[in-house]
């Protein structure tokens, strides 16, 4: 039996500088009924802003009303639907049709450049879901190190909610070393300390991190790539470590491949001196 997903949403107002956004959407999905309910779920613990409200409907159909609410400048909104988009379009992107992901953005892949592809065995269980062993004690940026083990070791599809890097410390320790150093700053894995990521490379700190805004996650592009310790899974555009930490997605644009990484999947400290 079939279920359909109706989710809805209201009005916007403006009051002064202060956007209250009550989202009006709706999107229908037909899926089969016990994954409604777990998409129901999933969203509901993934995003605390998300309420649900399940009426009951036909023996077919199921209406779930999603009421959003937030308070947020036009960047946090951008943000905001962001989250939307990846909690609950992209999962079941890649769950019905796995190749499509790595085209998510509208974009196909760049095979052109370093891209690195790995075999979907690197994500294999291990001792520590997808990894040998838990995220670091001490990460950086002032991550929360159980949402870094979450989505690092016992997640493929899910991210942290867009924006989070914009609540820690990410944007000032990055001018900070890029003002110390002059040069890019290298990223680390948060559970084997294997270098990830070296940026900005090719553009300005400003560009970086406002790119980084704009889509909500930190963004990296092909130069800045460490492919020794980093693939590109072909059947889904994750992107991972090689040694199984998920990161995030390959989601390309005009401009090329486009590598949107959680935060706290490279937040992680050199395991030999830098």
């Known amino acids: 039996v079939d279920k359909t997903i109706v989710v809805q949403s209201v009005h916007s107002a403006l009051h002064y500088r202060t956007v209250i956004i009550s989202i009006s959407t709706t999107i229908y999905c037909t899926m089969i009924s016990n994954n409604a309910r777990i998409v129901a779920f999933l969203l509901a613990v993934v995003s605390p802003s998300l309420a649900f409200t399940t009426r009951s409907a036909s023996a077919s159909t199921q209406k779930t009303q ?128 294997k270098p990830l990521f070296v940026a900005p490379k090719g553009r300005s700190v400003d560009d970086f991190i406002e790119e980084s805004k704009v889509h909500g996650w930190p963004s990296f592009r092909d130069e800045e790539v460490v492919w020794e310790s980093v693939r590109v899974l072909r059947s889904s555009g994750e992107t991972v470590s090689t040694v199984g930490t998920h990161l995030g997605h390959n989601l390309p644009d005009r401009n090329g491949n486009r590598y949107c990484i959680n935060l706290v999947s490279i937040a992680g400290n050199p395991t030999s001196p830098e």
Do not use: C, W
């Open 66 to 193: 999603l009421q959003l609410s937030t308070t947020s400048d036009e960047g946090s909104r951008r943000s905001f639907l962001t989250n939307v988009v990846t909690v609950a379009v992209l999962p079941s992107l890649v769950l019905s049709n796995p190749s499509s992901a790595s085209a998510f953005g509208g974009f196909k892949a760049f095979e052109s450049g370093p891209l690195v592809y790995g075999d979907d065995s690197i994500m294999s269980q291990k001792e520590h879901g997808t990894t040998s062993s838990p995220v670091q004690s001490d990460l950086r940026y002032g991550v929360s190190n159980k949402l870094a083990d979450k989505i690092s070791s016992f997640n493929r599809v899910f991210a942290e909610m867009g924006g989070y890097f914009e609540g820690t410390n990410f944007e000032k320790d990055v001018r900070d070393l890029v003002a110390t150093t002059g040069g890019p700053i290298t990223f680390y894995d948060s559970v084997s300390g």
